[in-house]
């Protein structure tokens, strides 16, 4: 959960990891309402190349002109490794994922089964330094005011998206990265641009820690998105 790109690794068969992040603020766009969530991630490795996911906002509070409170939608993914990284030919390692988000969740928060494909790229640069991405396609759900009305209208969107980042390994504990992402609709208006920063902290072998801090470089973009959180293994 640390920057916006999934890498293209995949849990050893037969172990686990879960992360959280208790705190997460997203602010307005011209789309959603300032939001607060509890972000959660699962991960299986089923073998050593396929990782089986479960992941989602957790607990989330919207503050629009009506304050609601909820679970948001729990989302099913599998993660497939296709190959690994080649440096030396600028091959990037590789991977398939595929995500549904389900309509298991608070009312208020679900619209339907929203399938999810994205392609995940990991390129060491250099031994300290390493350039991910991730290219996906799916559905979101999109809150639109209805013209001369207070009232809110929910549909889902087709979009396509676009996440990198920079990561730069200070010691055996530290690293920092620089990381970004793209949303367009298929419509062909933009759906936002963001970039972050943040910092991991390796704590011990089964404990990490992680910050992140972002703005909105696009006006439908949010304009502030800041988590903290940690993974056990």
């Known amino acids: 959960l640390g920057d916006f790109p999934n890498s293209s690794s995949t849990l050893p068969g037969g172990t ?5 992040a208790p705190f997460c603020i997203t602010g307005r766009d011209q789309y959603n309402s300032p939001s607060y969530s509890t972000l959660y991630l699962l991960r299986y490795g089923v073998t050593d190349d396929v990782e089986f996911r479960i992941l989602g906002d957790g607990i989330t509070v919207s503050y629009g002109d009506t304050q609601s409170t909820g679970f948001s939608p729990v989302v099913l993914d599998t993660k497939i490794h296709l190959w690994d990284e080649m440096p030396e030919r600028w091959i990037p390692g590789t991977a398939l994922e595929i995500l549904l988000s389900t309509d298991w969740g608070s009312k ?5 089964y929203q399938p999810t494909i994205a392609l995940n790229f990991d390129l060491p640069l250099t031994e300290k330094l390493a350039l991910g991405s991730t290219i996906g396609y799916g559905q979101v759900k999109e809150q639109l005011l209805l013209p001369n009305s207070s009232d809110e209208l929910l549909q889902n969107v087709n979009q ?20 970004g992402q793209t949303y367009e609709k298929i419509a062909g208006d933009s759906a936002g641009t963001l970039l972050a920063f943040g910092g991991n902290w390796q704590q011990s072998d089964r404990v990490a820690w992680y910050s992140l801090l972002g703005w909105g470089v696009t006006p ?6 800041a988590q903290i959180g940690l993974g056990f293994a």
Do not use: N
């Open 220 to 225: 439908d973009a949010p304009a502030i998105t």
């Open 16 to 20: 686990w990891q879960l992360e959280l």
């Open 108 to 112: 208020d928060l679900t619209s339907g």
């Open 160 to 179: 396509a998206y676009f996440q990198w980042s920079v990561v730069r390994e200070l010691d055996d504990r530290w690293s920092v990265f620089v990381t």
